[in-house]
T-cell receptor, first 117, second 115 residues
Framework: DTAVSQTPKYLVTQMGNDKSIKCEQN?????MYWYKQDSKKFLKIMFS?????LIINETVPNRFSPKSPDKAHLNLHINSLELGDSAVYFC????WGGGRIRTDTQYFGPGTRLTVL | AQKITQTQPGMFVQEKEAVTLDCTYD???????LFWYKQPSSGEMIFLIYQGSYDQQNATEGRYSLNFQKARKSANLVISASQLGDSAMYFCAIASSGSARQLTFGSGTQLTVLP
């Protein structure tokens, strides 16, 4: 009964290809996030959705497009992959903000290691 | 803008001893929360402990405690009685009370517990 799951765990692909990473949470949370962890382990927010609505859209190339079919799922589609896209991508979820910050603790998926050759 | 600084890229501690991992933050928000996450070599991000800016007491969760000094803008993680399984990367992060609760992370501290 994994709380936040991501598929695939590993993704190896050629430059120029298009790929998707899927994320699902069964915690009943309203908010989901995508983070990127680079080769130096630095984590940075990319996107956030609340109840299928985009609420955070950081400075990310428009080759990256998140899609949320429902509040339990948040997928990340990447077009025209580049070498610099190689990283670990984490999905996370939390209950909706507006309450105490503590209740909005984010729980992370296992990560997807993307390698672009 | 918010910022987290972790000045210790790597730390070593002897098994069964206590260790403190440093974290300083910068934010203009009066209400914020500080989080610590653990990332073992297997790669997952594990939530450890939370401290709210208005919390009167330092947070504790089992062997983890947070030394929160608001005036100094520091939120150091203390791990007592270190175990070999504590060897991991530790990240400090901050979230504000705004409507979008994204986490801003520090660069992390790699902790190695020695037998």
């Amino acid at each position: 009964d994994t709380a936040v799951s991501q598929t695939p765990k590993y993704l190896v692909t050629q430059m120029g290809n298009d790929k998707s990473i899927k994320c699902e949470q069964n915690l009943g949370h309203d908010t989901m996030y995508w983070y990127k962890q680079d080769s130096k382990k630095f984590l940075k927010i990319m996107f956030s959705y609340n109840n299928k609505e985009l609420i955070i859209n950081e400075t990310v190339p428009n080759r990256f497009s998140p899609k949320s079919p429902d509040k339990a799922h948040l997928n990340l589609h990447i077009n025209s992959l580049e070498l610099g896209d190689s990283a670990v991508y984490f999905c996370a979820s939390s209950p909706w903000g507006g309450g105490r910050i503590r209740t909005d603790t984010q729980y992370f998926g296992p990560g997807t290691r993307l390698t672009v050759l | 803008a918010q910022k987290i600084t972790q000045t210790q890229p790597g730390m070593f501690v002897q098994e069964k001893e206590a260790v403190t991992l440093d974290c300083t933050y910068d934010t203009s928000d009066p209400s914020y929360g500080l989080f610590w996450y653990k990332q073992p070599s297997s790669g997952e991000m594990i939530f450890l402990i939370y401290q709210g800016s208005y919390d009167q007491q330092n947070a504790t969760e089992g062997r983890y405690s947070l030394n929160f000094q608001k005036a100094r803008k520091s939120a150091n993680l203390v791990i007592s009685a270190s175990q070999l399984g504590d060897s991991a990367m530790y990240f400090c992060a901050i979230a504000s009370s705004g409507s979008a609760r994204q986490l801003t992370f520090g660069s992390g501290t790699q902790l190695t517990v020695l037998p």
